[in-house]
């Protein structure tokens, strides 16, 4: 296997982790807002849908870094791809001279403000309706 296949297995292999967090966090969002809304309507306790929020936005911001980071490594993974088989140094930093990804955008993705806006918008608006 050559080298600069052994790099791009490297890189996709990231790809692949970050990927799987970023579900992972989405999952465990979900799985907290729902436990949370089953808890508050089965106690009639409307403040733990507020405090519900607190983890969905700590969650936002862990799942816009996973994205952040598999964008970076989707852009290496383009720059190994068209690097010359003599200069792959298996490094898994992004060129100097390469465009930043702003991890700002990534958070505020519109993916991202549709979902956990969501799982947001659900504990509000039930706070409202257990009241």
Partial sequence: ?????????????????MANNSFDT?????????????LAFQQKMPMLLI???LPNIAFWLLDGFYLHKEREF??????VRKTDEELID???RLPADHPS????????DQLH???????????????????
């Fill in 1 to 17: 296997m050559s080298s600069k296949h052994k790099h791009l297995d490297l890189v996709s292999s990231v790809i692949a982790r």
């Fill in 26 to 38: 989405k999952r465990w969002a979900v799985t907290i807002t729902s436990a949370t809304l089953a």
């Fill in 51 to 53: 405090v519900a929020c």
């Fill in 74 to 79: 989707r852009a290496l993974y383009e720059v």
């Fill in 90 to 92: 298996y490094s898994m």
């Fill in 101 to 108: 990804i702003s991890l700002f955008s990534t958070v505020l």
């Fill in 113 to 131: 403000i549709l979902f956990y806006g969501a799982l947001l918008f659900i504990p509000i608006a039930s706070y409202f309706w257990i009241i």
